[in-house]
């Protein structure tokens, strides 16, 4: 069998870099000129109130800009442009794509643009009672190019073009993706791609992103380009990239044994620059205390009487977007005196232990995992699917928890602001010319 090509470039200027990186990979061989054509960008969430820094985070738009031009000048006509952010995020998607400079686009090329939650899902069946409701669109399209970022993931490990496609998922089906034993994450999201037409995958690799998905994390200029035909192939040299053998990715051991892939990145042909050259380690995660009892940062700031368990591959993006605001908001109401004996537990496997005073169940799936747990004095229920941050530092005043949402604005502005002056770390990479 041939093996598949994955083209790892360079980046100088983004549309040549793009042209060389598609013709090394043949990439636009299994396209039509008359295909109706799906560009799929991860735009997983963004933010018009407070600062967002997007490097690592998001599809930059100097990609799909050139992207766009690259099949025009080839003479696609049918192209559109779609996401189906996280939920709970606020901006609609048409204000983001308007932001990221998608209205040139469509102006320019006559490019369409889909906010897949604005549109319809159909469920649609794999065949052994798995059912995930789709974007009709995204079924629809008769081909689909796949732009995720290079990015680590602090619960998949990384986050490339197989994992992108989750925002193709109604929110129930995105939650679902997020379950128990044969439920689990790396098991659900890497069959989304069997029922979608994804002819090419671009890893955007202009940034990477450590401890991603989420502006919280790290960003690095990376300047890559990492592009295949073959999905699996384009996520291991991904992975590969960013210091992960596919061997210790689930969800690439998962994907590989599913459908008979080599996990051996000589099984596949890398055209341009070697994974070798280019591999630096990323970390995808968070430090936590050996004893489970929350951040390693907490305890050097040498919080006490506050345990937070550890997020685990159960909390959903939604919960998980709230995670670092709530985990921010508890560091501000630390005023060098012990917590009042407190537990947080989230997701869908926590159970509250005994010997807290007060257990906060965050999110509606810890509220009913819960619900008859006899180890718990004083429960404050948090039901909100993802729970309400106001709402959270309301419920813990009444305990005498007091957080500043200040503080919380003020580490936003810090997620920024430590990019100032940082060479290329430019968010112009977010706009169209
Ligand atoms: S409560 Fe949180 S983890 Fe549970 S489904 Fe809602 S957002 Fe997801």
New binding site residues.
């Given amino acids: 069998m041939a093996k598949s090509t994955v083209s790892i470039v360079k980046v100088k200027d983004v549309y040549e870099s793009l042209q060389e990186s598609l013709a090394l990979c043949d990439g636009l061989a299994g396209l039509k000129t008359g295909d109706k054509i799906l560009i799929k960008p991860n735009i997983v969430s963004w933010d018009f109130d407070l600062p967002f820094p997007p490097f690592g985070v998001v599809t930059t738009s100097a990609v799909i800009g050139a992207l766009v031009r690259i099949l025009a000048e080839h003479g696609f006509r049918d192209i559109t442009i779609g996401e189906g952010a996280v939920t ?1 995020a606020k901006p609609q998607g048409d204000a983001v794509f308007a932001a990221l400079g998608y209205l040139k686009l469509q102006e320019r090329y006559g490019v369409k643009l889909a906010d897949f939650n604005q549109e319809e899902f159909l469920p649609t069946d794999y065949g052994d009672g798995f059912v995930l409701n789709i974007a009709k669109r995204a079924l629809e399209a008769d081909k689909i190019i796949n732009v995720p970022v290079l990015k680590t993931h602090n619960q998949a490990k990384v986050s490339l073009g197989i994992k992108n496609l989750k925002g193709c998922l109604n929110r129930k089906s ?2 679902f993706c ?1 379950g128990l034993g044969d439920e689990e994450l790396s098991l659900t999201f890497p069959r989304i791609i069997e029922k979608l037409p994804v002819s090419l995958t671009i890893i955007d690799g202009l940034f990477t992103l450590e401890r991603g998905p989420a502006p919280t994390g790290k960003a690095y200029k990376k300047d890559l380009l990492i592009s295949s035909r073959d999905s699996f192939a384009c996520d291991l040299v991904g992975a590969e990239i960013l210091g992960y053998n596919a061997e210790e990715v689930a969800y690439l051991v998962n994907y590989a044994t599913r459908h008979g892939y080599s996990l051996d990145p000589a099984d596949y042909g890398i055209k341009g620059e070697s994974i070798a050259d280019q591999r630096e380690f990323v970390d995808f995660d968070w430090e936590w205390t050996e004893e489970d009892t929350g951040p390693v940062g907490f305890k050097k700031r040498g919080i006490t009487g506050l345990v937070i368990r550890k997020y685990d591959s ?7 977007v ?1 995670y670092n605001p709530m985990l921010m908001l508890l560091s501000s109401a630390f005023k060098g005196q012990p917590f009042p004996n407190v537990e947080v537990v ?3 496997q926590q159970l509250g232990s005994a010997g807290f005073d007060t257990t906060v169940l ?6 009913h995992y819960n619900k008859d747990n006899p180890n718990i004095k004083k429960a404050i229920r948090l ?5 309400d941050m106001e709402k959270f530092a309301e419920e813990l005043a009444k305990e005498g928890i007091e957080c500043n949402y200040n503080e919380y604005v003020r580490f936003r502005h810090y997620l920024l602001d430590r990019y100032k002056g940082e060479e290329g770390f430019d968010l112009s990479y977010w706009s169209v010319e």
């Fill in positions: 709970n995105k939650q997020h159960s909390l959903c993006t939604g919960c998980s709230q989230t997701g869908k965050f999110g509606k799936c810890a509220c039901w909100g699917c993802p729970p």
